[in-house]
Nanobody
Framework: VQLQASGGGLVQSGDSLRVTCAAS????????VGWFRQAPGKERDVASA????????YYAGSLAGRFTISRDNAKNTVYLQMNSLKPEDTAVYYC???????????????????WGKGTLVTVSS
């Protein structure tokens, strides 16, 4: 499975941005996909995740009201729509795939089966 994140950029506080994860591989639609983010000087943490069917989603902390994860298995693509962006959302955003859906344990997940290169999101105040 190969993953490629794109769509990052420089935006202002309050703006919206959608990052995209393009996946390739024979069984990629059967994987859960997570969006992780790493802010400068901080550890990489999960922001959101979606099950292979799209029926289950996870959001970290208060992100559920601002971020929306979705996937289109026909296009092998996972999206993260980010609204009302704040300077603290500034980070490199990575997508990653896992054969396992971790449910409530996503907040503690650090290892995934496959990782893509990240895309930088910078939110100016």
């Amino acid at each position: 499975v190969q993953l490629q994140a794109s769509g990052g950029g420089l935006v202002q506080s309050g703006d919206s941005l959608r990052v995209t994860c393009a996946a390739s591989g024979p069984t990629v639609s059967s994987y859960a996909v997570g969006w992780f983010r790493q802010a400068p000087g901080k550890e990489r943490d999960v922001a959101s995740a979606i099950s292979w069917s799209g029926q289950n989603t996870y959001y970290a902390g208060s992100l559920a009201g601002r971020f929306t994860i979705s996937r289109d298995n026909a296009k092998n693509t996972v999206y993260l729509q980010m609204n009302s962006l704040k300077p603290e959302d500034t980070a490199v955003y990575y997508c990653a795939a896992s054969r396992t859906w971790y449910g409530y344990r996503w907040k503690d997940i650090r290892d995934m089966d496959y990782w893509g290169k990240g895309t930088l999101v910078t939110v100016s105040s």
